[in-house]
């Protein structure tokens, strides 16, 4: 499974837009990559998957450069109930038993 | 639609005591999977089970069995829990092939403190 690199923390303010920026070198061929977001307490909730290019969804869109080395989970316009963690993953999601590793997400704090 | 239950959502176990979580999904999901989480830490992953009748090991095993008793249930299993093993644990299943959102959805957790 393709490891992936993402910033420990990130701060904002209401209203702006947030990009977090993953790195995933060694991504394979069937790989997808999947952004979960995680408040306190809670289990993580899945917010936005991608092969290539853009996806866009009601929460947020999805970056994929075509060397798909990379990706950027943007979230237009963000609120403080947007503070949580972000985790970015990468995984043949199509086949039966894909096992995510998680790493330590990045920690998005939304201040007023 | 409850998606994936977990039960009990607290427990306080003495070291040495055993005991078995719960997970079902009712979303006729094939794969589901058991992970742990530490303060301020990622999702570390225990076991999954790909299918009815499998289980493989995960990032983390030692300490732990799972059973998946058909498809929809996925139990983990603590023998002689340590207060290494105290921590949040999530279970989670997976459509895997499907049209469109491949994602995981996961249950709220149990939180298990081992004295």
């Known amino acids: 499974l393709a490891k992936t690199t993402q910033p420990i923390s990130m701060d904002s303010y209401e209203g702006q837009e947030v990009n977090i920026t993953c790195s995933h070198n060694?991504?394979?061929?069937?790989?997808?990559i999947t952004w979960y977001q995680q408040f306190p307490s809670q289990g993580p909730r899945f917010i936005i998957q991608?092969?290539?290019t853009k996806v866009t969804n009601e929460v947020a869109s999805l970056f994929i450069p075509a060397d798909r080395k990379s990706s950027t989970l943007s979230l237009p316009r963000v609120s403080l109930s947007d503070t949580a963690v972000y985790y970015c993953?990468?995984?043949?999601?199509?086949?039966?038993?894909?096992?995510?590793?998680f790493g330590k997400g990045t920690t998005l704090s939304v201040s007023s | 639609n409850a998606g994936v239950t977990q039960t009990p959502k607290f427990q306080v176990l003495k070291t040495g005591q055993s005991m078995t979580l719960q997970c079902a999904q009712d979303?006729?999901?094939?794969?589901m999977y058991w992970y742990r989480q530490d303060p301020g830490m990622g999702l570390r992953l225990i076991y999954y089970?790909?299918?009815?009748?499998?289980?493989d090991k995960g990032e983390v095993p030692n300490g732990y069995n799972v059973s998946r008793l058909n498809k929809r249930e996925f139990s983990l299993r603590l023998e002689s829990a340590a207060p290494s093993q105290t921590s949040v644990y999530f279970c989670?299943?997976?459509?895997?092939?499907?049209?469109?959102?491949?994602?995981?959805?996961f249950g709220s957790g149990t939180r298990l403190t081992v004295v």
């Open positions: 979303m006729n999901h094939n794969s």
């Open positions: 989670a299943s997976n459509r895997d092939r499907g049209l469109a959102n491949y994602g995981y959805t």
């Open positions: 991608g092969y290539k």
């Open positions: 993953l990468v995984g043949d999601m199509a086949s039966a038993g894909t096992a995510l590793i």
């Open positions: 089970s790909a299918s009815e009748g499998t289980t």
């Open positions: 060694n991504i394979a061929t069937n790989d997808y």
